[in-house]
């Protein structure tokens, strides 16, 4: 069946360093990887994605990367800043967004 | 604010009542979603409309809980006869199908069963 592992669950860093976090899923059918952000109470706020047609794609300070045959993505946050903390949460999809399956979440705190 | 809407934000009820949730979402948007998120977890995927078709349906959602979107835009959830394990935010999404088809949520209704 669908399921998204993440990992790690909870990620410390210090203030200027990078942050990754890892998701692997199952499905190979899967062709849509989307990153959102949780902060605490609000809305979960899409960050990043990708499709299966691309291995890799950066915004700013942002990054995705896509590995199909290992069926893993990752997201890695440079230059890290406190307003950076938050859960972080990657799914997966089929055919665009519609029946999103989700991680277990990462909740990053960055040290100033 | 031109995001998905949802009202109301917090809800409280006693086992056994029936609840009714809304969502606006961003009104060029053709889908709409709902999901649930319990503390600590990911969202889980419940429902989802095309216009006011309703396409899917999770195993989740038990007999209690019906969805609607009768004119294409905005949906409502209802759960009746609530139990304690309803007890969760339920976030709404909505997206414009298309090629690069992105899905945004809403700041979610959190229920407590009481």
């Known amino acids: 069946g669908e399921n998204v592992e993440q990992h790690p669950s909870t990620l410390s860093v210090q203030e200027g360093d990078s942050a990754v976090i890892k998701c692997t899923y199952s499905?190979?059918?899967?062709?849509?990887f989307p990153w959102y952000k949780q902060e605490l109470g609000k809305r979960p706020q899409l960050i990043i994605d990708?499709?299966?047609?691309?291995g890799e794609k950066k915004d700013q300070r942002i990054a995705v990367t896509l590995n199909k045959t290992a069926k893993h993505f990752s997201l890695h946050i440079t230059e890290t800043q406190p307003e950076d903390s938050a859960v972080y949460f990657c799914?997966?999809?089929?055919?665009?967004?519609?029946?999103?399956?989700f991680g277990q979440g990462t909740r990053l705190t960055i040290n100033p | 604010d031109t995001g998905v809407s949802q009202n109301p934000r917090h809800k409280i009820t006693k086992r056994g009542q029936n609840v009714t949730f809304r969502c606006d979402p961003i009104?060029?948007?053709?889908?709409l979603y709902w999901y649930r998120q319990t503390l600590g977890q990911g969202p889980e995927f419940l429902t989802y409309?095309?216009?006011?078709?309703?396409?899917?349906k999770s195993r989740l959602l038990s007999d209690r809980f019906s969805a609607e979107r009768p004119k294409g835009s905005f949906s409502t959830l209802e759960i009746q006869r609530t139990e304690q394990g309803d007890s969760a935010m339920y976030l709404c999404?909505?997206?414009?199908?298309?090629?690069?088809?992105?899905?945004?949520f809403g700041s979610g209704t959190q229920l407590s069963v009481l």
């Open positions: 999404a909505s997206s414009y199908r298309g090629t690069y088809e992105k899905l945004f």
């Open positions: 499905d190979s059918a899967s062709n849509y």
């Open positions: 990708i499709r299966s047609n691309v």
């Open positions: 799914a997966e999809g089929k055919g665009g967004a519609q029946k999103l399956v």
């Open positions: 009104s060029e948007h053709n889908r």
């Open positions: 409309f095309q216009n006011e078709a309703q396409l899917e």
